[in-house]
């Protein structure tokens, strides 16, 4: 998660298991959180909302009622951090649940390999 790179081959990684969409919320998310501009919170929060709450979107995460209901209210009036617990509860399902498998797959050794080889040309 921490570089372009591997989160490009995590993502690659999601979009085999059909889980995808969890890895676009969180950097959606953390778009959201660079952001100064009112109009521009309320434009990508409501995009976010509708790409990834909604519960009509064919991307939508997996969040819990409690969470749901707090975005729900909050999006009269979004903050950059409105989506700060879904984000996290994401995360938290990608990192027990999808990482794991991540790290066992060939993507990933393919990308340490790739990695590997890289560095002992510089």
Known sequence: M?????????????RTEFS???ML???ACEELKQEASKTIIEEKAR?????????LSPKEVSLDS???????????????HIFDDAQ???????????????????????LLRSLSEKSAEA
Do not use: C
């Open 2 to 14: 921490l570089t372009p790179a591997g989160r490009n081959a995590f993502r690659e990684f999601l």
């Open 20 to 22: 995808e969409e969890n």
């Open 25 to 27: 919320f969180w950097m």
């Open 47 to 55: 995009t976010i909302y509708e790409d990834y709450i909604s519960v």
């Open 66 to 80: 409690r969470v749901r209901e707090v975005i729900n209210r909050n999006m009269a009036q979004p903050s950059p």
């Open 88 to 110: 996290l509860q994401i995360y938290t399902l990608m990192h027990r649940d999808s990482y794991p498998r991540f790290m066992n797959s060939a993507l990933y050794k393919d």
